[in-house]
């Protein structure tokens, strides 16, 4: 069976298919970063595709055993991102499926994970970028606590300090917002 390594050193050689096994490997988890962070998963889609393309084309930089081959990915992610948030324009739009969805008259269920929804996006977006860059790799990407510092270019314990006090303001606002009803922001 053969190993990260061995299809990083066939892509690195000029086997564009050993990529292949590695974009198996890894794509889920960065689609579900990448949407985590947009909450579009279009945009998602977009920004995964471009990440891969930057690795591919990037492969012959990567040091095996210098940084995780994940945590060098990531880090592509995470720049994509940043690059796409640069240019985007600063308004904020429904995506057209969740307002077909509530005009449609979903069944309670659906709708309750909209809310539910909504109301994580909305707790995530009142924590600090770290926090949210964090939160978004250790969970949805899946990242281990190596790999999420390594992507961020921080300690291990700088990222265990931010994702616990993440939590904890996610906690606090979540509990907030329930009190107070709706959250919604202009």
Same mark, same amino acid.
């Given at each position: 069976?053969? %190993?990260?390594?061995?299809?990083?050193?066939?892509?690195?050689?000029?086997?564009? %298919?050993?990529?292949?096994?590695?974009?198996?490997?890894?794509?889920?988890?960065?689609?579900?970063?990448?949407?985590?962070?947009?909450?579009?998963?279009?945009?998602?889609?977009?920004? %995964?595709?471009?990440?891969?393309?930057?690795?591919?084309?990037?492969?012959?930089?990567?040091?095996?055993?210098?940084?995780?081959?994940? @945590?060098?990915?990531?880090?592509? &992610?995470?720049?994509? !991102?940043? =690059?796409?948030? $640069? &240019?985007?324009?600063?308004?904020?739009?429904?995506?057209?499926? =969740?307002? @077909?969805?509530? &005009?449609?008259?979903? @069944?309670?269920?659906?709708?309750?994970?909209?809310?539910?929804?909504?109301?994580?996006?909305?707790?995530?977006?009142?924590?600090?970028?770290?926090?949210?860059?964090?939160?978004?790799?250790?969970?949805?990407?899946?990242?281990?606590?190596? /790999?999420?510092?390594?992507?961020?270019?921080?300690?291990?314990?700088?990222?265990? =300090?931010?994702?616990?006090?993440? !939590?904890? @303001?996610? $906690?606090?606002?979540?509990?907030?917002?329930?009190?107070?009803? %709706?959250?919604?922001? /202009?």
């Amino acid at each position: 069976m053969e %190993s990260e390594t061995t299809w990083i050193e066939q892509t690195q050689r000029g086997n564009p %298919s050993a990529f292949g096994r590695l974009y198996e490997m890894y794509a889920e988890r960065v689609y579900r970063y990448l949407v985590f962070r947009t909450q579009d998963a279009h945009v998602a889609e977009d920004l %995964s595709a471009e990440t891969f393309i930057k690795a591919f084309q990037n492969i012959r930089r990567y040091r095996i055993g210098r940084a995780p081959f994940g @945590a060098w990915l990531f880090r592509i &992610a995470h720049n994509v !991102l940043i =690059d796409h948030w $640069r &240019a985007a324009t600063r308004r904020q739009t429904v995506a057209w499926e =969740d307002m @077909a969805l509530v &005009a449609n008259g979903a @069944a309670a269920r659906d709708i309750a994970q909209v809310f539910t929804r909504a109301e994580l996006a909305w707790g995530v977006a009142q924590l600090t970028d770290l926090q949210q860059q964090v939160i978004a790799l250790r969970f949805s990407g899946e990242c281990s606590i190596a /790999e999420t510092a390594q992507a961020l270019g921080r300690s291990e314990e700088a990222i265990k =300090d931010a994702q616990h006090k993440a !939590l904890a @303001a996610l $906690r606090k606002h979540l509990a907030v917002g329930n009190l107070h009803g %709706s959250k919604q922001t /202009e």
